[in-house]
């Protein structure tokens, strides 16, 4: 029917189904830009099943009006063996510019990494991060948990548009980013020596999988994000999932997710960000952190000044359809590990 708005990569659209209308997502760079009129194909999973992430039909295809097949460079897949696979550019395939670059990367020199459960961490993260060094050079590193096109996210696209960003890496399955990697550890590598970040950032895509058990959640990633900053002498900061307003007992206070993660998948050690909070929660946040110290540096944050930054966010910021002030200690906690890595740059030197 028309278009709604649209973003890097993404076009929003309202379109008229068999049951009525209903919001739909395109990526042209993958079917073509729909325009009104168009008859689109659609998937309409998150439809069917009231996804909370996005709630978009997804257009599959443009029927009558195919895209331009794609001329290259590139020959990289990803979302391999499935009837969207896309061709992309990899930064670390024998044709790229990079190739020479990453053959012989093998270290992060220090960077550092700050690593998140969830994609709507990231925003939060840079306030607290340019709250004290807003000089910083930012990489966003994108993993295959979420959404794999990176255009799903529209806070990439404002937060490239703010300079919040350097660049955004996509890695594994996920693809769409300005970089174009296989591993986590490439992305990692890419993020420092394409790039030239001064610190990146690690979270899953838009959306994530969890099943309500110990394991079975796409957030154990984390953990090995740390494992992967590691070995690549980086320094990574672990940002704790923590909420006040979430109704699941399993994650009000520092979730599970985190624990899990930290805890239990990742073997290197990292900075645990431990945001201090106010009153019996900030205690709950304490005690239930404390055995993480085992194998961590668990380091208390200050959060004065955190809140005012968050308000000056240049994206809107939003956890599991909650804003700001709905569940302020989320927002805090990302933020601290923003501010606790602006710690570890070089001070009184010129960044990269």
């Known amino acids: 029917m028309r ?25 042209p760079a993958l079917v073509g830009r729909p325009e009104p009129g168009d008859t689109v194909l659609l998937n309409t999973t998150a439809l ?8 978009y039909a997804m257009v599959v295809a443009i029927p009558e009006r195919l895209p331009e097949d794609p001329q290259g460079p590139g020959h990289l897949v990803k979302a391999r063996y499935t009837p969207l696979q896309a061709t992309v550019f990899g930064a670390d395939e024998q044709d790229s510019p990079h190739h020479d670059i990453l053959a012989e990367a093998d270290s992060l020199d220090g960077m550092p990494v700050v690593v998140a459960d969830l994609h709507s961490a990231l925003p ?22 979420g959404a794999l096109p990176a255009w799903f996210s529209m806070s990439c696209a404002r937060l490239r ?39 990146a950032v690690v979270t899953q895509g838009p959306g994530n999988l969890g099943g309500g058990t110990r394991w079975g959640f796409s957030g154990v990633s984390a953990g090995e994000a740390v494992n992967a900053a590691a070995v690549l002498s980086g320094r990574p900061v672990a940002a704790l999932r923590v909420s006040e307003g979430d109704r699941r007992e399993r994650h009000v206070g520092v979730s599970h997710h985190s624990l899990t993660a930290y805890g239990r998948v990742a073997l290197a050690p990292a900075r645990v960000a431990v945001p201090e909070l106010p009153g019996d929660f900030g205690r709950r ?7 993480l110290g085992e194998r961590h540096e668990l380091v208390p944050v200050p ?3 955190l ?4 308000k000056n966010s240049p994206v809107r910021l939003s956890t599991m359809g909650r ?5 302020l200690a989320y927002f805090l906690a990302s933020a601290a590990a923003g501010r606790l890595a602006a710690g570890l740059l070089p001070q009184g030197a010129a960044l990269s």
């Open 161 to 199: 548009e703010a300079g919040w960003l350097c660049g955004v890496v996509t890695a594994g399955q996920a693809f769409g980013g300005d970089v174009e990697t296989v591993t986590t550890h490439t992305g990692l590598l890419a993020a420092r020596h394409v790039l030239e970040a001064d610190v």
């Open 3 to 27: 278009i709604r708005r649209e973003w890097p990569g993404a076009v929003e659209l309202d379109v008229v189904t068999q049951e009525g209308q209903a919001r739909a997502l395109a990526y």
């Open 285 to 291: 946040v304490i005690e239930q952190v404390g055995p």
């Open 303 to 305: 959060v004065d000044g």
């Open 323 to 327: 804003g700001l002030e709905e569940d």
């Open 124 to 145: 939060a993260i840079l306030c607290g991060l340019y709250g004290s060094r807003p000089g910083a050079r930012v990489a966003y590193v994108m993993l295959d948990g």
């Open 48 to 55: 069917a099943m009231g996804l909370g992430t996005g709630g």
């Open 307 to 310: 809140h005012e930054a968050l």
